[in-house]
């Protein structure tokens, strides 16, 4: 029997909805900004949501061992790595604020490169702590990181490095190579490890290395974050976890974020179905979102030959440099003068670059795209 084909090209208005991405600026505005696919989610999310609804009864909720088997498995066959049982794994409310509780395990400053996701830039601060900004390396618009200029920024009371894995924004994976000599420079330093790995689905090139699993050290001394926001496009009905080898560092992790709360019963269900029952809606995801990235990246070359594009090897949001067409070209000129909401990426760090989410329907891709070239053309 052939596999159900899914259409990512249908349109879904989205427009009075309570959709941040959509409703923000409104019905003149063209939204590929925040990391919100244009897409329904799984069909299996929806059945199994539905059954649970129908039941009628929302009290206080126990999660049972099925989420842990089904995380667990997940693991086993996606990277081979194995989680011997749940007291690894701590379900949270979303990757941030497990970004901000992180910093204070350490007791003292953090450092992790830029560009870099803004939240995760900004979660030490946010919790009352110190973050140094290392730039990566950027050779020709390939990113890697500077462990020489790393090396130069550690200061004595920097307890904690927080890597970005798939990097958000400039679509890296990581090698075994590059984790391991992350591991060795915490180790030199005797550093925690927080690793924001919640890309780590939306994978075009490349293996994804969960960084618990590349060493000894990793595996004891970090902090890996994982969630089905955005494979499965539920950043409002999220099941975020963490996953916490070191029983001490799970320990103090689950003190300092007392006020997490308990698992909740709808996104514990859509989290089985993302994680379970939906392998081939997200394997036809992939190959869609391969195509966008293809088409988008083909037409920036040729539409723009003066900006820089990065060959994005995961995420489905582009890095994009428009200096080259003026100071001013960047994503706030886009949203005056094309009706586009791109991320500004001073937001990353990455003054003057500008953050494109292609994980929408192809035409709103050849409008964007018409749009700019129109707005540039215009300048």
């Not at 090698?175 to 939306?202: G, N, W």
């Not at 060493?215 to 996953?243: E, Q, W």
């Not at 900006?307 to 706030?332: C, I």
Request: with cysteine; aromatic share 12%; charged share 25%.
């Amino acid at each position: 029997m052939s596999a159900e084909t899914f259409d990512f090209d249908k349109k879904i208005n989205r427009l009075n909805t309570s959709s941040l991405k959509w409703d923000l600026l409104g019905a003149d505005y063209l939204p590929l900004w925040v990391a919100d696919a244009d897409f329904e989610v799984p069909p299996a999310v929806t059945e199994r949501l539905k059954k649970r609804i129908e039941h009628g009864v929302f009290g206080y909720y126990l999660a049972g061992n099925e989420i842990y088997d089904v995380l667990t498995k997940w693991f086993l066959e996606e990277y081979g790595a194995v989680i011997p049982n749940s007291s690894w794994i701590k379900i949270v409310p979303g990757i941030v604020p497990a970004l901000a509780v992180a910093s204070n395990i350490g007791g003292g400053k953090s450092v992790t490169n830029i560009p870099n996701y803004c939240n995760l830039i900004g979660a030490p601060e946010s919790a009352g702590n110190e973050m140094i900004r290392v730039p990566l390396k950027n050779e020709d618009e390939y990113y890697s990181i500077d462990f020489d200029t790393l090396e130069d920024a550690i200061t004595e009371d920097t307890k904690v490095f927080y890597l970005c894995n798939p990097q958000n924004p400039v679509g890296r994976v990581y090698s075994y190579e590059e984790l391991k000599q992350v591991s060795e420079f915490a180790k030199r330093h005797e550093l925690l490890v927080v690793s924001d790995e919640a890309h780590c689905e939306v994978i075009f090139e490349g293996k994804h290395i969960p960084f618990f699993t590349v060493d000894d050290y990793a595996r004891d001394h970090s902090i890996t974050l994982y969630s089905n926001g955005k494979m499965c496009n539920v950043p409002d009905l999220i099941l975020a976890f963490a996953v916490i080898p070191n029983r001490e560092i799970m320990k103090e992790f689950c003190r300092l974020g007392y006020a997490f709360g308990e698992e909740h019963v709808l996104n514990v269900e859509a989290g089985i179905a993302t994680y379970s029952e939906s392998k081939e809606w997200k394997r036809q995801l992939i190959e869609y979102l391969k195509g966008n990235r293809d088409y988008l990246e083909s037409e920036l070359k040729k539409r723009f030959p003066k900006a820089k594009v990065p060959h994005l090897e995961s995420t489905y949001l582009q890095w994009v440099d428009f200096r080259a067409y003026g100071e001013n070209v960047d994503a706030h000129f886009f949203k005056r003068n094309a009706k586009i909401f791109f991320t500004d990426g001073k937001l990353f760090g990455g003054e003057g670059y500008i953050r494109i989410n292609f994980a929408t329907q192809r035409d709103n891709l050849v409008l964007a795209l018409d749009r700019m070239e129109e707005a540039i053309r215009l300048h």
